[in-house]
């Protein structure tokens, strides 16, 4: 059910597990490419914290209604390293930091804006994940790209522009292949794959959840005398 993708009482479970399978997806992909990454380790204490920037991105959203793109909320705790670093060199040597999300459109908070705008969930990440990171960004040295896909399989505008930093121009027009043999369509497969794993794994814990509420509130209180 689509209502799962975006409940609050799955962050921190089902929904960190969709994000880790998209992300481990993606370092895949740059190896097969031979790319270098490091992951950045995530403290557990820091995980509930680190899943609770969608509630706080949509009430900023409701607080900029025609104001560009919302201000990043503050997120106390929350650690202030994105999740991925490449070393991209294929027209100069880059470090390009990236941090996954997962948006949904069809959450309430950005329902509206996505029913009127393509990708207006993934832009709206997107734009967290710049605004947070910012000051990690040095000059001529590094690059920010959030890779974020929408629930229904979209990709946003900067996780494309990542994936298009891996590879390279091969001799087809409009063909982009790895130094071994892979294309961007394979990589866009690939994970979009991976989306659809994890968006699986939400929506089978949030049924396993609703049926235990409701074995819980409504059949055991009958069998009480």
């Known amino acids: 059910p689509l209502l799962f993708h975006s409940c609050p009482w799955l962050r921190g479970t089902a929904q960190t597990t969709r994000h880790d399978i998209v992300l481990q997806e993606l370092v895949a992909v740059a190896k097969e490419l031979q790319i270098p990454c490091r992951v950045e380790p995530r403290p557990k204490d820091l995980l509930a914290p680190q899943q609770q920037w969608e509630s706080q991105l949509a009430r900023s959203e409701q607080a900029s209604q025609g104001q560009g793109h919302p201000a990043a909320p503050a997120q106390p705790g929350s650690r202030r390293k994105p999740d991925l670093h490449f070393i991209v060199a294929h027209h100069r040597v880059v470090e390009v930091l990236s941090d996954v999300a997962v948006a949904h459109p069809a959450a309430a908070s950005y329902a509206s804006a996505a ?6 969930a993934a832009k709206h990440s997107q734009s967290y994940k710049l605004s947070k990171y910012k000051d ?12 974020v896909m929408e629930t229904f399989g979209a990709f946003g505008p900067q996780a494309n522009k990542l994936l298009q930093c891996f590879f390279k121009q091969g001799p087809g027009p409009g063909k982009d292949y790895g130094d071994d043999g892979i294309t961007l ?11 659809q794993r994890g ?3 939400v929506a089978r814990k949030g049924v396993e959840m609703l049926c235990a509420e409701y074995d819980l509130h409504v059949r055991r209180p009958h069998h009480v005398h």
Not at 115 to 120: D, G
Request: hydrophobic share 50%.
């Open 115 to 120: 029913s009127m705008h393509p990708l207006s």
């Open 136 to 147: 990690l960004v040095r000059a001529g040295q590094s690059e920010m790209m959030a890779f």
């Open 185 to 195: 369509q394979d990589a866009r497969t690939q994970l979009s794959f991976a989306l």
């Open 199 to 201: 968006n699986a794994i």
